[in-house]
Protein backbone atom coordinates (compact mmCIF):
# COMPACT_ATOMS: atom_id res chain seq x y z
CA UNK A 1 0.00 0.00 0.00
CA UNK A 2 2.79 2.45 1.01
CA UNK A 3 4.14 1.39 -2.55
CA UNK A 4 0.79 2.97 -4.48
CA UNK A 5 0.90 6.25 -2.14
CA UNK A 6 5.20 6.60 -2.34
CA UNK A 7 5.87 5.86 -6.02
CA UNK A 8 6.54 8.83 -8.13
CA UNK A 9 4.99 7.49 -11.19
CA UNK A 10 1.98 6.34 -9.31
CA UNK A 11 1.08 9.72 -8.08
CA UNK A 12 1.51 10.71 -11.52
CA UNK A 13 -1.20 8.71 -12.68
CA UNK A 14 -3.13 9.57 -9.94
CA UNK A 15 -3.34 13.06 -10.59
CA UNK A 16 -3.55 12.38 -14.38
CA UNK A 17 -6.73 10.55 -12.76
CA UNK A 18 -8.36 13.41 -10.84
CA UNK A 19 -7.74 15.90 -13.39
CA UNK A 20 -9.66 14.09 -16.10
CA UNK A 21 -12.31 13.22 -13.45
CA UNK A 22 -13.02 16.87 -12.91
CA UNK A 23 -12.84 17.75 -16.34
CA UNK A 24 -15.42 15.12 -17.18
CA UNK A 25 -17.51 16.33 -14.39
CA UNK A 26 -17.14 20.08 -15.97
CA UNK A 27 -17.86 19.02 -19.52
CA UNK A 28 -21.32 17.11 -18.11
CA UNK A 29 -22.25 20.07 -16.26
CA UNK A 30 -21.98 22.51 -19.79
CA UNK A 31 -24.30 19.73 -21.85
CA UNK A 32 -26.94 19.25 -19.02
CA UNK A 33 -26.85 23.74 -18.62
CA UNK A 34 -27.04 23.65 -22.20
CA UNK A 35 -29.68 20.92 -22.85
CA UNK A 36 -31.68 23.54 -20.35
CA UNK A 37 -31.19 26.33 -21.76
CA UNK A 38 -32.66 24.99 -25.24
CA UNK A 39 -35.59 24.00 -23.63
CA UNK A 40 -36.40 27.17 -22.34
CA UNK A 41 -35.81 29.30 -25.47
CA UNK A 42 -37.81 26.44 -27.00
CA UNK A 43 -40.79 26.70 -24.54
CA UNK A 44 -40.14 30.76 -25.08
CA UNK A 45 -40.28 30.12 -29.11
CA UNK A 46 -43.58 27.82 -28.31
CA UNK A 47 -45.33 30.36 -26.08
CA UNK A 48 -45.27 33.33 -28.81
CA UNK A 49 -46.20 31.27 -31.19
CA UNK A 50 -49.04 30.41 -29.53
CA UNK A 51 -49.76 33.81 -28.32
CA UNK A 52 -49.30 35.04 -31.82
CA UNK A 53 -52.96 33.32 -33.79
CA UNK A 54 -53.76 35.45 -30.68
CA UNK A 55 -52.74 38.45 -31.41
CA UNK A 56 -53.32 38.12 -35.53
CA UNK A 57 -56.96 37.40 -34.23
CA UNK A 58 -57.05 40.41 -32.30
CA UNK A 59 -55.71 42.57 -35.27
CA UNK A 60 -58.54 40.68 -37.56
CA UNK A 61 -60.46 41.63 -35.35
CA UNK A 62 -59.77 44.94 -35.32
CA UNK A 63 -59.63 45.40 -39.05
CA UNK A 64 -63.04 43.79 -39.51
CA UNK A 65 -64.24 46.42 -37.18
CA UNK A 66 -62.47 49.26 -38.94
CA UNK A 67 -64.14 47.82 -42.39
CA UNK A 68 -67.73 47.46 -41.04
CA UNK A 69 -67.18 50.90 -39.60
CA UNK A 70 -66.05 52.47 -43.00
CA UNK A 71 -68.82 50.66 -44.60
CA UNK A 72 -71.39 51.56 -42.23
CA UNK A 73 -70.01 55.62 -42.94
CA UNK A 74 -70.21 54.22 -46.64
CA UNK A 75 -73.68 53.24 -46.54
CA UNK A 76 -74.62 56.49 -44.33
CA UNK A 77 -73.54 58.57 -46.40
CA UNK A 78 -74.67 60.46 -49.46
CA UNK A 79 -74.99 58.59 -52.63
CA UNK A 80 -73.02 59.86 -55.77
CA UNK A 81 -75.52 61.75 -58.06
CA UNK A 82 -75.58 60.05 -61.21
CA UNK A 83 -74.25 61.11 -64.42
CA UNK A 84 -76.25 64.33 -66.08
CA UNK A 85 -78.22 62.90 -68.79
CA UNK A 86 -77.96 64.31 -71.90
CA UNK A 87 -81.12 64.86 -74.16
CA UNK A 88 -79.03 65.08 -77.47
CA UNK A 89 -80.09 63.17 -81.13
CA UNK A 90 -76.95 61.01 -82.15
CA UNK A 91 -78.61 61.55 -85.23
CA UNK A 92 -76.54 63.13 -87.92
CA UNK A 93 -77.99 66.63 -88.96
CA UNK A 94 -79.57 67.25 -85.66
CA UNK A 95 -78.94 70.13 -83.72
CA UNK A 96 -76.72 70.23 -80.59
CA UNK A 97 -77.03 73.13 -77.87
CA UNK A 98 -74.08 73.79 -75.02
CA UNK A 99 -72.35 75.80 -73.56
CA UNK A 100 -68.70 76.92 -72.15
CA UNK A 101 -67.24 78.93 -69.55
CA UNK A 102 -63.48 80.29 -69.89
CA UNK A 103 -61.55 79.53 -66.38
CA UNK A 104 -57.97 80.36 -68.13
CA UNK A 105 -57.93 80.27 -71.73
CA UNK A 106 -60.66 79.80 -74.92
CA UNK A 107 -59.20 76.25 -75.95
CA UNK A 108 -59.54 74.71 -72.39
CA UNK A 109 -62.91 75.90 -72.17
CA UNK A 110 -63.82 73.18 -74.34
CA UNK A 111 -61.13 70.59 -73.82
CA UNK A 112 -62.12 70.81 -69.67
CA UNK A 113 -65.92 71.01 -70.08
CA UNK A 114 -67.78 67.83 -68.72
CA UNK A 115 -70.75 68.21 -70.84
CA UNK A 116 -68.55 68.19 -74.09
CA UNK A 117 -66.59 65.36 -72.67
CA UNK A 118 -70.43 63.32 -72.90
CA UNK A 119 -71.42 64.36 -75.48
CA UNK A 120 -68.30 63.29 -77.54
CA UNK A 121 -68.54 59.78 -75.84
CA UNK A 122 -72.46 59.63 -77.38
CA UNK A 123 -71.31 61.01 -80.58
CA UNK A 124 -68.38 59.15 -81.11
CA UNK A 125 -66.37 61.76 -81.87
CA UNK A 126 -63.50 61.77 -79.53
CA UNK A 127 -61.62 64.89 -80.39
CA UNK A 128 -65.21 67.06 -80.66
CA UNK A 129 -64.01 69.55 -78.29
CA UNK A 130 -60.47 70.52 -80.66
CA UNK A 131 -62.98 70.40 -83.55
CA UNK A 132 -65.71 72.78 -82.24
CA UNK A 133 -63.13 75.36 -80.57
CA UNK A 134 -61.33 75.87 -83.72
CA UNK A 135 -64.59 76.41 -85.52
CA UNK A 136 -65.65 78.63 -83.07
CA UNK A 137 -62.38 80.63 -82.77
CA UNK A 138 -62.32 81.30 -86.61
CA UNK A 139 -66.00 83.23 -86.01
CA UNK A 140 -64.38 85.16 -82.94
CA UNK A 141 -61.35 86.52 -84.24
CA UNK A 142 -63.46 89.54 -86.54
CA UNK A 143 -64.21 90.69 -82.57
CA UNK A 144 -61.36 89.70 -80.00
CA UNK A 145 -57.98 88.63 -79.77
CA UNK A 146 -58.14 85.22 -78.57
CA UNK A 147 -54.66 85.50 -76.72
CA UNK A 148 -55.73 88.84 -75.56
CA UNK A 149 -58.64 89.55 -74.94
CA UNK A 150 -60.51 86.66 -73.47
CA UNK A 151 -61.16 86.86 -69.46
CA UNK A 152 -62.38 84.43 -66.77
CA UNK A 153 -65.82 84.25 -66.51
CA UNK A 154 -66.35 84.80 -70.32
CA UNK A 155 -69.35 82.74 -71.37
CA UNK A 156 -69.97 80.67 -74.61
CA UNK A 157 -73.43 79.24 -75.94
CA UNK A 158 -73.40 77.77 -79.05
CA UNK A 159 -75.44 75.60 -81.50
CA UNK A 160 -73.40 72.97 -83.54
CA UNK A 161 -74.42 69.87 -85.98
CA UNK A 162 -72.51 67.18 -87.37
CA UNK A 163 -73.02 66.48 -90.97
CA UNK A 164 -74.44 63.72 -92.20
CA UNK A 165 -71.53 61.87 -94.82
CA UNK A 166 -73.86 62.00 -98.05
CA UNK A 167 -73.91 65.47 -97.50
CA UNK A 168 -70.41 65.58 -97.09
CA UNK A 169 -70.22 64.56 -100.39
CA UNK A 170 -72.56 66.72 -102.11
CA UNK A 171 -71.87 70.21 -100.81
CA UNK A 172 -69.17 72.40 -102.35
CA UNK A 173 -68.65 74.41 -99.40
CA UNK A 174 -66.05 71.56 -97.98
CA UNK A 175 -68.14 70.84 -94.65
CA UNK A 176 -65.83 69.52 -91.88
CA UNK A 177 -67.16 66.84 -89.36
CA UNK A 178 -68.73 69.38 -88.04
CA UNK A 179 -70.34 72.97 -88.35
CA UNK A 180 -71.26 75.53 -86.25
CA UNK A 181 -75.21 77.27 -86.46
CA UNK A 182 -74.70 79.68 -83.87
CA UNK A 183 -72.59 81.45 -81.56
CA UNK A 184 -73.16 83.62 -78.33
CA UNK A 185 -70.34 85.10 -76.09
CA UNK A 186 -69.98 87.56 -73.35
CA UNK A 187 -66.89 89.22 -73.52
CA UNK A 188 -66.27 90.60 -69.61
CA UNK A 189 -63.59 92.60 -71.12
CA UNK A 190 -65.27 94.81 -73.69
CA UNK A 191 -69.27 94.15 -71.69
CA UNK A 192 -71.04 93.02 -74.58
CA UNK A 193 -72.48 89.75 -76.06
CA UNK A 194 -71.33 88.52 -79.66
CA UNK A 195 -73.86 86.81 -81.43
CA UNK A 196 -73.39 85.17 -84.50
CA UNK A 197 -75.61 83.12 -86.72
CA UNK A 198 -74.80 81.02 -89.84
CA UNK A 199 -77.73 81.50 -92.52
CA UNK A 200 -77.96 80.42 -96.18
CA UNK A 201 -79.66 83.25 -98.54
CA UNK A 202 -81.18 82.22 -101.39
CA UNK A 203 -79.24 81.01 -104.35
CA UNK A 204 -75.71 81.32 -102.53
CA UNK A 205 -73.66 79.39 -99.73
CA UNK A 206 -74.37 80.00 -96.02
CA UNK A 207 -72.35 82.74 -94.69
CA UNK A 208 -72.22 84.11 -90.97
CA UNK A 209 -73.89 86.89 -89.86
CA UNK A 210 -74.68 89.21 -86.61
CA UNK A 211 -78.44 89.79 -85.31
CA UNK A 212 -78.50 92.78 -87.41
CA UNK A 213 -78.07 90.86 -90.58
CA UNK A 214 -74.74 92.42 -91.57
CA UNK A 215 -71.66 90.45 -92.76
CA UNK A 216 -69.61 88.81 -90.39
CA UNK A 217 -66.46 88.85 -92.80
CA UNK A 218 -65.47 92.14 -94.42
CA UNK A 219 -64.68 91.40 -98.11
CA UNK A 220 -61.77 93.19 -99.92
CA UNK A 221 -62.88 95.34 -102.85
CA UNK A 222 -63.14 95.35 -105.99
CA UNK A 223 -59.56 93.85 -106.22
CA UNK A 224 -59.11 90.60 -104.17
CA UNK A 225 -57.08 88.27 -104.35
CA UNK A 226 -59.99 85.34 -104.71
CA UNK A 227 -63.37 85.82 -105.06
CA UNK A 228 -65.45 82.54 -105.16
CA UNK A 229 -63.95 81.42 -101.60
CA UNK A 230 -66.33 79.68 -98.99
CA UNK A 231 -64.70 81.13 -95.88
CA UNK A 232 -61.93 83.49 -93.97
CA UNK A 233 -60.16 80.99 -91.49
CA UNK A 234 -58.12 82.73 -90.57
CA UNK A 235 -56.85 86.76 -90.02
CA UNK A 236 -53.55 88.04 -89.24
CA UNK A 237 -51.66 87.57 -86.24
CA UNK A 238 -54.96 85.00 -84.66
CA UNK A 239 -52.69 82.00 -84.42
CA UNK A 240 -49.27 81.67 -82.31
CA UNK A 241 -46.54 82.29 -82.69
CA UNK A 242 -48.00 84.57 -85.42
CA UNK A 243 -49.29 84.24 -88.86
CA UNK A 244 -48.77 86.72 -91.38
CA UNK A 245 -51.73 86.33 -93.76
CA UNK A 246 -55.29 85.82 -94.68
CA UNK A 247 -56.13 82.17 -95.09
CA UNK A 248 -59.40 81.84 -97.41
CA UNK A 249 -60.82 78.95 -97.75
CA UNK A 250 -61.44 77.37 -100.99
CA UNK A 251 -62.29 74.26 -103.60
CA UNK A 252 -59.01 73.58 -104.93
CA UNK A 253 -58.88 75.11 -108.80
CA UNK A 254 -60.52 78.36 -107.59
CA UNK A 255 -59.11 81.31 -109.85
CA UNK A 256 -56.67 83.76 -107.66
CA UNK A 257 -55.88 87.29 -109.26
CA UNK A 258 -53.10 90.04 -109.20
CA UNK A 259 -54.17 92.55 -106.64
CA UNK A 260 -51.98 95.27 -107.66
CA UNK A 261 -49.81 95.96 -110.83
CA UNK A 262 -46.53 95.25 -110.48
CA UNK A 263 -43.87 92.64 -111.83
CA UNK A 264 -43.87 88.60 -110.61
CA UNK A 265 -40.36 88.75 -108.14
CA UNK A 266 -40.32 84.71 -107.88
CA UNK A 267 -42.52 81.37 -108.01
CA UNK A 268 -42.24 78.31 -106.26
CA UNK A 269 -39.52 78.69 -103.66
CA UNK A 270 -39.73 76.46 -100.35
CA UNK A 271 -42.38 74.68 -101.72
CA UNK A 272 -41.96 72.13 -99.16
CA UNK A 273 -43.71 74.79 -97.00
CA UNK A 274 -45.02 77.28 -99.54
CA UNK A 275 -46.44 74.85 -101.93
CA UNK A 276 -46.55 76.35 -105.32
CA UNK A 277 -46.44 79.87 -104.70
CA UNK A 278 -46.07 83.43 -106.45
CA UNK A 279 -44.37 87.15 -105.20
CA UNK A 280 -45.28 89.58 -106.88
CA UNK A 281 -43.69 93.25 -106.26
CA UNK A 282 -45.73 96.47 -106.59
CA UNK A 283 -45.31 98.81 -109.40
CA UNK A 284 -44.00 102.17 -107.54
CA UNK A 285 -44.12 101.30 -103.81
CA UNK A 286 -42.04 98.80 -101.58
CA UNK A 287 -44.77 96.18 -100.81
CA UNK A 288 -44.47 92.47 -101.92
CA UNK A 289 -47.47 90.47 -102.01
CA UNK A 290 -47.70 86.61 -101.74
CA UNK A 291 -49.88 84.08 -102.81
CA UNK A 292 -49.34 80.38 -101.43
CA UNK A 293 -50.13 77.33 -101.47
CA UNK A 294 -51.72 77.10 -105.36
CA UNK A 295 -53.08 73.89 -107.55
CA UNK A 296 -51.25 75.96 -110.27
CA UNK A 297 -49.02 79.21 -111.46
CA UNK A 298 -50.16 80.81 -114.53
CA UNK A 299 -47.03 83.13 -114.33
CA UNK A 300 -43.26 83.20 -114.34
CA UNK A 301 -40.68 85.35 -113.02
CA UNK A 302 -40.26 88.70 -114.33
CA UNK A 303 -43.23 88.67 -115.83
CA UNK A 304 -45.50 92.36 -116.30
CA UNK A 305 -48.82 91.64 -114.42
CA UNK A 306 -52.34 93.52 -113.84
CA UNK A 307 -54.82 93.91 -111.09
CA UNK A 308 -57.21 91.87 -111.87
CA UNK A 309 -55.22 89.30 -114.14
CA UNK A 310 -56.16 85.42 -113.33
CA UNK A 311 -52.31 84.29 -111.93
CA UNK A 312 -52.91 80.99 -110.43
CA UNK A 313 -55.60 78.56 -108.79
CA UNK A 314 -55.72 78.00 -105.13
CA UNK A 315 -55.04 74.83 -103.85
CA UNK A 316 -53.65 72.53 -100.99
CA UNK A 317 -49.67 71.97 -101.52
CA UNK A 318 -46.89 72.79 -99.40
CA UNK A 319 -47.65 72.47 -95.27
CA UNK A 320 -51.33 73.12 -95.66
CA UNK A 321 -53.95 71.16 -93.77
CA UNK A 322 -56.88 71.56 -95.87
CA UNK A 323 -57.67 73.50 -99.46
CA UNK A 324 -57.25 77.13 -99.07
CA UNK A 325 -55.11 80.72 -100.62
CA UNK A 326 -52.53 81.79 -98.23
CA UNK A 327 -52.77 85.98 -98.84
CA UNK A 328 -49.65 87.66 -97.48
CA UNK A 329 -48.21 91.32 -97.82
CA UNK A 330 -44.49 92.39 -96.89
CA UNK A 331 -42.71 95.57 -96.89
CA UNK A 332 -40.43 94.48 -99.05
CA UNK A 333 -39.23 91.01 -99.52
CA UNK A 334 -38.82 90.03 -95.70
CA UNK A 335 -39.97 93.12 -94.30
CA UNK A 336 -42.51 94.24 -92.05
CA UNK A 337 -46.15 92.41 -92.18
CA UNK A 338 -49.18 94.32 -93.65
CA UNK A 339 -52.94 93.70 -92.74
CA UNK A 340 -54.40 93.45 -96.12
CA UNK A 341 -57.87 93.96 -94.57
CA UNK A 342 -56.27 97.75 -94.01
CA UNK A 343 -54.18 97.59 -97.06
CA UNK A 344 -56.99 97.43 -99.29
CA UNK A 345 -60.57 99.02 -99.44
CA UNK A 346 -62.86 96.49 -97.85
CA UNK A 347 -67.15 96.50 -97.90
CA UNK A 348 -69.52 95.11 -95.59
CA UNK A 349 -72.44 93.19 -97.13
CA UNK A 350 -75.67 93.20 -95.43
CA UNK A 351 -78.91 90.32 -96.20
CA UNK A 352 -81.43 92.01 -98.59
CA UNK A 353 -84.50 93.05 -97.16
CA UNK A 354 -86.40 89.85 -98.85
CA UNK A 355 -84.33 87.56 -96.25
CA UNK A 356 -84.70 89.71 -93.23
CA UNK A 357 -87.91 88.05 -92.05
CA UNK A 358 -86.82 84.60 -92.14
CA UNK A 359 -83.50 85.44 -90.57
CA UNK A 360 -85.20 86.83 -87.76
CA UNK A 361 -87.37 83.55 -87.38
CA UNK A 362 -84.50 81.75 -87.37
CA UNK A 363 -82.46 83.35 -84.64
CA UNK A 364 -85.50 83.23 -82.68
CA UNK A 365 -84.96 79.38 -83.04
CA UNK A 366 -81.32 79.01 -81.98
CA UNK A 367 -81.84 81.85 -79.37
CA UNK A 368 -84.04 79.80 -77.90
CA UNK A 369 -81.83 76.34 -78.06
CA UNK A 370 -79.02 78.61 -76.46
CA UNK A 371 -81.07 79.29 -73.17
Not at 22 to 46: D, P, Q, S
Not at 162 to 173: A, G, L, S, W, Y
Request: proline share 5%; charged share 25%.
Amino acid sequence: MTYLFTNPQVKKWKTLFWLSFCMNLIFIGLIIYTMNNGGTEEKTAETAAAAQPAENTAQDGTQEAAAQENSQTAEAAEPEKPEKELNISTDPGELIAASAVIEDNFYNAFNSNGDLKRIAKVLGIPNLADVISAHVGRLLIWDIVLRNDVRKGDKINFVFRIVPDEEKRTRNDLPDVLEIIAVKYFSHKFNKEINIYKYAAKNSIAKYYYSDGIMLEKIISPFAPIKNYIQITSTIGDRAPKHEGIDFKANVGTPVYATVDGIVSRTNWKTRYNGYCIEIEAKGSPYVFKYLHLSEVNVEPGQKVTVGQQIAASGNTGKSTAPHLHYQINVGNKGKVVDPMKYHKTIIEKLPESEREDFKNRISELDEMMK
